[in-house]
């Protein structure tokens, strides 16, 4: 008793010493269940410190040290304790105290440690596996989890760690390793429906869609029937163009009685093409399993969405009559079905399904809507005109009635009261670009052009950047109207193109007005008017804008100014400006053009059909540059063309040429000349006939000539023209001695016929008589020239092919005067007029110049050739040209030439020539 009571005093002074009394196990341990028989933890926690100091690895003092911790309710060093415990003597009990302290002090890290251990001692135990799998995410290392698992999975295989490793790979987002390792598990364990469906639907996502296919198809078979499974089978393989699998896989789940309304959708679908009988039958099915009106209206309008309308005729027909007539007190059925009598240009039916769905509901708006839509589209006014004299009120306060009654106001001619309706829907919704859109037409619709011009300019500017599939229609007419005035025409033709492919919801007469206009960009004139013909024929006459294109087409101009007179308020004012260019008004176009870029001035310059509305009327002055060689005959001429309107139609040009004459070869020519050319042309262009007249003088070898020349030309179709021309003493070039002291009188005769604006042909005949400049006869010469172009199609790099064939057939009198004769070496022959020849000439065409009045834009093409003249024998022709613009009003053109001689005398030529002009 006196040595516990010394060894309490002693220790009890231990907590006040530095250090501790050294350690003697027999007082320490004896203080310690003092202490803690008295209920002194902390002078029992006090001795435990003091034994740790000298024994810091004692097990036995560790364990204390965490009881009495825990005691007190220090639970972080009492789960430190039992770590260090576990940690030296890796005793199972001391681990499960670390587990059961670790979550109360959130210590994941030692959690997972722990379950580690236990793991070792179970090593297939599914839910510790789950435990650290789980401490692994919370820790935020699941590709750690991954690492862990694979190795525990080598060493001990289980269900659990590959699920477990599925799942975290699945967590973190690597698809193809979950997919990998819920493959492992069911060719390990077999295939499980939630497993099988997750690693399809991975490979799926990551584009492997046959192996996701495959891999389905196999765990299917191996598994017991799953509906979620076979409805993923039946999804996929449709998908894949597996019909058979996608059938039957809908097959079975009907008959389990798991199908649902998307399954028999789609199962329609597939039938359609297979097997009509079950198709009918399945919509049958459909009938029964919604049971309900509505659902029945629902049903048809997915139908309708999906563009099964023989669908929908089935399941119409099928319907008994007591279904028939239950439905048929649905004002939504009833609507349906008139869109669906609308749709097949039935419109007197349409108006009494609607009129019966508004006696059963007076007050329906949707029946009162479609009543207005159906009768903008019939273009019943008188109809239309009660119908918003009545729902006014109504319309006022409800805003789902405002596109309906501005589209019957517009059809009513009332723009001015359609604009109150567009304004009030873009206040509604500002950002809206198809109210923007709307609201730009009916401002042009009214007039009111400088107004809608900013509109379109910010709607092309700002395109939306997603599309609702329901709008995708407006969004094409939108992006194609605008694409026409702000894009070059290369960029609004390919866009035409790319957005023009048929679409079955689309109006029969819609698609055929879309189409002729996709036409008229690829210039294909028949087949425009083959569209055109197929809307009349869908709505049994063309109005306004059609009606005036189809006349166009027609080349009918007494029908254009018809159509003018009679829908001119309705015609837009690029419609108004087509009419005025085909009716020869151009001052009048040129001034409706002006009111179109009223409020778009930045479109000047932009516009290509401006220029051929406003540069024939403004001044201009050409330069042109030209060295030429026939045969031995080096000619230069340098040439300046002042251009000055008189008229809506007429002009006058003034031409100076200066031509030098050398020689290349003075054994066949000796020449060292001049010759000087001034003339006055006079020319008048309407739309269906031209003339030009032509008087000059001509200065060469000392010689003074008066020259005249008349040309008239009438087309009586678009594709189809004739030109009567008369020559009296001008310049000859058939050969070098012509050219240089030889003028021509006689007539020309020209055809030209287009088939299509890809394939042209003319055929001229030339019947002229020659004379030199003293006015005697050289002889006399016939010249028949028949040439045919054709491309596959017209853009600026098209290829094509011309092939061209000249008889020429001549008659000699006399030789060359003296003054030309003293230019030829001695021996030499002094005979001007050629031979008699023909030549045939095929070449081929790459690019072409610029269709336009000037050259917008770099642009080139080349000509090669290969030609047989029956004198001169076989040779290549070789063209090139290049033009563009330099200060944006202005063009310049350079054009280089190297061929066989066509007069037939067997003397190569070239000609290189450079032009500009200008307008101001």
Not at 450 to 457: E, K, V, Y
């Amino acid at each position: 008793m006196k040595r516990l009571i010394a060894a309490g005093v002693l220790l009890a002074g231990v907590a006040h010493a530095q250090p501790p009394e050294p350690y003697v196990e027999q007082y320490y341990d004896r203080s310690y269940q003092v202490f803690v028989g008295a209920g002194n933890l902390v002078r029992a926690r006090q001795v435990i410190t003091r034994a740790l100091y000298w024994h810091p690895d004692d097990v036995r003092w560790l364990e204390r040290l965490a009881q009495v911790a825990r005691w007190q309710g220090d639970m972080s060093t009492s789960l430190r304790a039992w770590q260090r415990v576990a940690n030296l003597s890796d005793s199972p009990q001391a681990w499960e105290a670390v587990l059961e302290l670790a979550p109360a002090t959130y210590n994941n890290e030692l959690i997972m440690e722990a379950r580690k251990k236990s793991l070792q001692e179970h090593p297939y135990d599914a839910v510790l596996i789950e435990d650290i799998a789980r401490q692994y995410e919370l820790l935020g290392k699941p590709a750690e989890g991954v690492q862990f698992l694979q190795q525990w999975n080598r060493r001990y295989p289980s269900r659990a760690a590959l699920r477990e490793m599925q799942l975290l790979a699945l967590n973190m987002g690597d698809d193809v390793q979950a997919a990998r390792f819920g493959r492992e598990y069911m060719e390990r364990f077999g295939p499980e429906p939630t497993l099988a469906l997750d690693t399809a639907r991975l490979l799926w996502l990551q584009g492997e869609r046959g192996g996701a296919l495959s891999g389905l198809q196999g765990d299917a078979q191996r598994m017991d029937y799953h509906p979620e499974v076979t409805r993923y089978l039946a999804v996929m393989s449709a998908e894949q163009g597996e019909w058979d699998l996608a059938i039957a896989s809908y097959n079975t789940l009907v008959e389990n009685d798991d199908d649902t309304i998307p399954d028999l959708y789609m199962f329609i679908s597939l039938l359609r093409y297979f097997d009509r009988d079950q198709m009918t039958a399945l919509l049958d099915r459909a009938w029964e399993k919604l049971d309900d009106p509505n659902m029945a209206v629902a049903v048809l309008y997915a139908l309708q969405d999906r563009g099964d309308y023989q669908g929908i005729e089935a399941f119409l027909g099928r319907l008994s009559a007591e279904q028939r007539k239950t439905l048929e007190q649905d004002p939504a059925f009833l609507r349906f079905v008139a869109g669906l009598e609308l749709r097949n240009q039935q419109h007197q039916a349409a108006k009494n399904t609607l009129r019966r769905a508004l006696y059963l509901a007076p007050g329906d708006r949707d029946s009162r809507i479609n009543w207005l839509w159906l009768n903008v589209a019939t273009a019943d006014e008188d109809a239309l005109r009660r119908s918003v004299q009545r729902w006014q009120n109504e319309a006022v306060a409800d805003s789902r009635y405002w596109a309906a009654f501005s589209a019957a106001y517009l059809e009513l001619g009332d723009p001015e009261t359609a604009l109150r309706y567009q304004r009030a829907m873009l206040k509604q919704q500002p950002d809206d670009w198809l109210a923007q859109w709307n609201f730009a037409q009916t401002l042009m619709t009214a007039g009111r052009h400088d107004q809608a011009w900013p509109i379109l300019r910010s709607l092309w500017r700002d395109l939306p950047s997603s599309i609702d599939p329901a709008r995708n229609t407006e969004y094409r007419f939108m992006l194609l109207t605008l694409s026409q005035t702000f894009e070059s025409g290369d960029a609004s033709l390919a866009r035409a193109q790319a957005m023009t492919e048929p679409d079955l919801d689309i109006a029969a007469a819609t698609r055929a007005e879309w189409l002729a206009q996709w036409s008229l960009y690829q210039d294909s004139r028949e087949l425009a008017q083959s569209w055109y013909l197929l809307k009349w024929r869908a709505e049994g006459e063309l109005q306004a804008g059609s009606a005036l294109a189809y006349a166009a087409l027609q080349d009918d101009q007494d029908q254009v100014a018809s159509v003018r007179e009679q829908y001119w308020h309705r015609l837009t004012l690029s419609e108004q400006l087509d009419t005025q260019v085909r009716l020869d008004e151009e001052r009048q176009a040129a001034a409706t053009l002006m009111k179109i870029q009223q409020g778009a001035p930045e479109l000047a310059g932009q516009v290509m059909f401006q220029e051929s509305l406003l540069l024939p009327s403004a001044r201009s002055s050409g330069l042109g540059l030209e060295r030429r060689r026939l045969g031995a005959l080096e000619v230069l001429d340098l040439q300046f063309t002042q251009f000055q309107p008189v008229s809506d139609h007429s002009e006058l040009v003034f031409q100076y040429d200066r031509r030098e004459f050398t020689s290349n070869d003075e054994t066949l020519l000796v020449v060292d000349d001049q010759e000087h050319r001034a003339g006055l042309y006079w020319n008048h262009k309407r739309g269906r006939y031209r003339q030009s007249f032509f008087v000059g003088q001509r200065d060469l070898l000392d010689h003074h000539e008066t020259m005249a020349e008349l040309e008239m030309g009438g087309a009586w179709h678009s594709d189809w023209s004739v030109t009567l021309g008369y020559q009296w003493q001008m310049p000859a070039d058939e050969s070098s001695l012509l050219l240089l002291g030889g003028a021509r009188t006689g007539l020309r005769y020209g055809l030209a016929w287009s088939p299509s604006s890809t394939w042209q042909n003319s055929v001229d005949l030339s019947d002229y008589t020659y004379h030199d400049l003293d006015g005697e006869t050289l002889g006399s010469g016939t010249i028949v020239n028949v040439q045919s172009t054709w491309r596959p199609w017209l853009s600026r790099f098209s290829p094509g092919l011309k092939g061209r064939h000249t008889r020429a057939a001549f008659d000699e009198e006399r030789e060359s005067m003296d003054e030309v004769q003293a230019l030829l070496p001695p021996g030499q022959s002094a005979v001007a007029i050629p031979e008699d020849y023909h030549e045939t000439e095929l070449t081929l065409l790459l690019g072409m110049p610029d269709v336009h009045l000037r050259p917008h834009r770099l642009q080139g093409w080349a000509e090669l050739g290969y030609s047989h003249n029956s004198l001169s024998g076989s040779g290549f022709t070789g063209r090139a040209g290049i033009e563009g613009p330099f200060i944006g009003r202005d063009g310049w053109k350079l054009y280089l030439e190297q061929q066989l001689n066509t007069g037939g005398s067997g003397e190569d030529s070239y000609r290189a020539a450079f032009e500009y002009r200008i307008y101001y």
